[in-house]
């Protein structure tokens, strides 16, 4: 298990992650989310040990990571800006992985890069974006830690690559309990596969919490309300935001689903049904609430 506590890291007078308190527990898929400039890479930074909390502490089982080698060997970081070695090949960049990670797998490394159609021998610097990315995921997953750090990792990748990837990632899951750690922007690509989200706004976490539990307790409800009725007479409900298109009215309210069918009843609207929200639009609206201006997301 990770657990950060009071995780603190400046940089001058920007305040990058702000008193950050979170778990993360193992065997499911952890997504980190957030506003640009929220803090996502400098947090996965530190919990990879590779910055140094200005306060704070961030364990893994119990054990802190800055400077502590074998904990670090518990994880492989796959970093957004990806570099490897000058004029290296994927080879030679698995025999260095082998000697940093014990438990490295070459036969299932040989057997990944000709399933991904990747030449070994070939120098990675001529690799296309996606194709450096394939090698990293491939490294990441024979390397056999307990826990894989991926920051923005499917950027880059075609579909069928995504989806490929996903379906490792959950293989390993199954099989040795691995602990995927995915930080992105692209909402939709966590949406099915993460078990728990974490939502960062300006440094600090909006929310954290199991996905299905967050589905749950937001809904979008579309209605037509009797004459004389307007959304904003609506009493006793949490709503969030009001759109409306002629006498449609699209309201996204927190509660859960049985709450906020009563709450409309009561009104006797001529219409009204129940959507659920993509973790997309929870995203938004959630941010929305904390005051985020909508037109500076990048999703």
Known sequence: MIET???TKRFGDIMAVDHIDAVIKDGSVFGLIGTNGAGKSTFLRMLSGILRPDEGTVAIDGREVYED?????RFFYISDDQYFFNNATPRELMDFYCTVYPGFDRNRFHHLMKSFELDERRKINTFSKGMKKQVSVICGV???TDYLFCDETFDGLDPVMRQTVKSIFVGDMEERNLTPIIASHNLRELEDICDHVGLLHKGGILLSRDLEDMKLNIHKIQCVFLP?????????L????IERRGSLCTLT??????????????????FAEII????????????????????????
């Open 253 to 270: 309210v927190r509660g859960s689903r049985e709450d906020i069918e009563a709450g409309i009843n009561i009104y006797h609207p001529v």
């Open 238 to 241: 949490d709503i969030m935001k």
């Open 228 to 236: 004389g009725t307007e959304p904003e007479d609506v009493k006793g």
């Open 276 to 299: 659920p929200l993509t973790l997309e639009e929870i995203f938004i609206s959630e941010t929305e609430v904390a005051g985020y201006d909508i037109k500076k997301l990048v999703l």
């Open 69 to 73: 080698t074998q904990v670090k060997a």
């Open 5 to 7: 506590k009071g995780l």
């Open 142 to 144: 024979c390397a056999g």
